[in-house]
């Protein structure tokens, strides 16, 4: 069985040292809080977190493998995910409240992170 997304991110934090974990959460808290309404992107995050684009890139590809762009795009699609499971949004709303305007695109980096469409995903939970 494959680990939940929950259970990887506590398997990052556990690795990680105090200040690690406290810059992660922040970033976390950053994305999440901002939705909708901010456009979060690396610009945004590195004036919130107080460091250049650059250093923010360093930070975010040494501590998770991934670019901020990359990191922000799936912190957005597991947050989409919990509201598709909570089933009081359309798809067109979880898109809108994770900050993504265009349908198409949605579909798309849901499709990239979890293997299937939003609403193929729905379709699998409520079999469950």
């Not at 890139?57 to 995910?81: C, D, F, Q």
């Not at 198409?104 to 939003?118: D, H, I, K, N, T």
């Amino acid at each position: 069985a494959r680990a939940s997304s929950e259970e990887k991110r506590d398997e990052l934090l556990n690795s990680l040292g105090k200040a690690d974990k406290e810059f992660l959460e922040r970033l976390d808290g950053l994305i999440s809080g901002s939705l909708p309404g901010e456009n979060v992107d690396v610009n945004f995050i590195s004036g919130a977190l107080c460091m250049s684009s650059s250093t923010l890139y360093r930070k975010v590809k040494a501590m998770t493998g991934l670019s901020p762009n990359e990191y922000i795009r799936k912190t957005k699609m597991h947050i989409a995910e919990k509201l598709i499971v909570e089933g009081q949004l359309t798809m067109s709303e979880v898109a809108y409240k994770v900050g993504i305007n265009s349908a198409a695109y949605f579909r798309q980096c849901f499709r990239e992170e979890f293997g299937m469409l939003p609403s193929e995903y729905l379709k699998l939970i409520l079999k469950k």
